[in-house]
């Protein structure tokens, strides 16, 4: 897999998994250390994720909508492979 893949991949993979974090905490799973460790994690995720936005400023709406995408695609992938509820 090219690094281009594995970038694109985590652009669609990480927003999601710091909005499942959240939501657990939201939902008081997590007990209050591994809540903090979360919460750090989550808001790396979302420093990541507005870094990578920033790398092309002309590009950031297509890759935003782009990104958009993947998330939903891999949101429902999750669903459709693991029977969550």
Known sequence: MTKTK???????F???????IEDLNDQYVFKQT???KANILADEIQ???REILR???ENAGK?????IQLQILFRQWI???????
Not at 6 to 12: D, I
Not at 63 to 67: G, K, N, P, T
């Open 14 to 20: 990480l927003p999601v998994l710091a909005d499942f």
């Open 79 to 85: 669903e459709e492979v693991i029977e969550l509820e």
């Open 63 to 67: 890759i935003f909508d782009e990104q």
């Open 34 to 36: 591994l809540k903090r």
């Open 6 to 12: 594995k970038l694109v991949a985590l652009t669609a």
């Open 47 to 49: 420093k990541v994720d």
């Open 55 to 57: 790398i092309d400023g």
